[in-house]
C-alpha cells in the first residue's frame, strides 16, 4: 500500500525508516529525463509507490531498483515495453534474474542496413538513447551529429539505420505506431530546424506536402539541406490543399516547386497539373516515395528521396556550374 511523506520529513516514507527521492534527483540519477520518468510510470506502471501530502512524485529504494532494472534492460537493447516487463518481473520474483537474457548491448545497432563507415559508434549511441526514450540523449546526439557531418548525413547514415535497427521503416514512420518512432521524429524536427542556417537573397523553391499528406519531417530535412548550400526555400508545410498551391505559385513565381508524398494515397499528379505554367515555367518535381513515374507528366520529374530531391534542386538553381563558359 502507497506511503505517505511524513509531514516535516520530505526525504523518508511516514515510518521514517526509508528515505525516497523526488523526480529530479531519479533522473539525474538515471541519467534520463523527468519526461521519461514520467512516461515509464504511465504506461508501464514503474511508477512511485509513495507521494506526498502535496502529490509529488517521491521514489523509494525498491522503486529506484526496478527503474535501474528497465534502464539496464533498454540499455541492453530491449524495447521498452520488453524492458518494463523484465524489471516488474525480476522486481517480483529476484531468484528469476539467472533465468532471464539480455540482448547483446550491440545486438540493436548490429541489425542497422549496411552501416556506413564511421557512423557505427554515433549509430549505437543514438539507437540506445531512443530505445531509452531517454529525450535529452536524443537531442544531445543529434545535435552533435549534424554540427560534425551535416543534415543530409544525419538523414541517410544516421536516422534512417536507426529507424531500421528499432524495427520501423522510412514508409511511413509517423504512422508506425511505436513511441521510439515518435520520439525521434519529434526529436530530428527539433534539432533539424534549430540547425538550419539563414540563407540571404530571394526564395526561388517552393516546397510542401501533398494534400493530405501529414508527414512533414522531410519537408524540413530538404530545407535545411539547401540552406546548408545557400538555397533560399519557402516552405509551406504538410498536407497543403491544391488551390492553395495553385495560389502560391502564382503569386511567388518560383524557379522550382517541389510537392513530397510519402504514401501513395497522397500522390495525385492533379496536384502538380494545376501549377500555373508561368513564364519561365517552373520546374516540377515529384518528390518523396508515394509517388511514382506512372501518371506524371514529361514536365515532372520524380525525385523518390530526400538526397535526390536537394541535389537536383542545386543543379536546376546553378546550371552554370554544369556548363562551358561562352
Known sequence: MPTETAPGSPGESASGAEPTLPVAAVARRLGVAPATLRTWDRRYGLGPSGRTTGRHRRYAPADLARLELMRRALLNGAAPAEAAEYALRVSADPAALADLELPDPDAVAARVRG??????????????????????????????ALVDRGVLWVWDELVGPVLAAVGVGWTHPADAGTEVAHLLTECVLTEVVRATPPVRGPARVLLCGAPGERYGLPLYVVRAALAERGVAVRLLGAALPAPALAAAAGRTGPAVVAVWAQ????????????????????????????????????????????????????????????????
Open 115 to 144: 552501416g556506413p563507415p564511421g557512423g557505427g559508434p554515433r549509430v549505437r549511441e543514438l539507437v540506445r538513447a531512443v530505445l531509452a526514450m531517454d529525450d535529452a540523449a536524443v537531442t544531445a546526439a543529434l545535435a552533435a
Open 263 to 326: 504514401a501513395a494515397a497522397h500522390a495525385d499528379p492533379a496536384v502538380l497539373r494545376a501549377v500555373p505554367t508561368a513564364r519561365p515555367r517552373p520546374r516540377l518535381l515529384a518528390c518523396g516515395p508515394g509517388w511514382t513515374a506512372a501518371g506524371l507528366s514529361t514536365r515532372v520529374e520524380h525525385l523518390p528521396d530526400v538526397g535526390d530531391t536537394v541535389g537536383r534542386i542545386v543543379s536546376v538553381l546553378t546550371p552554370a556550374a554544369d556548363s562551358p563558359r561562352e
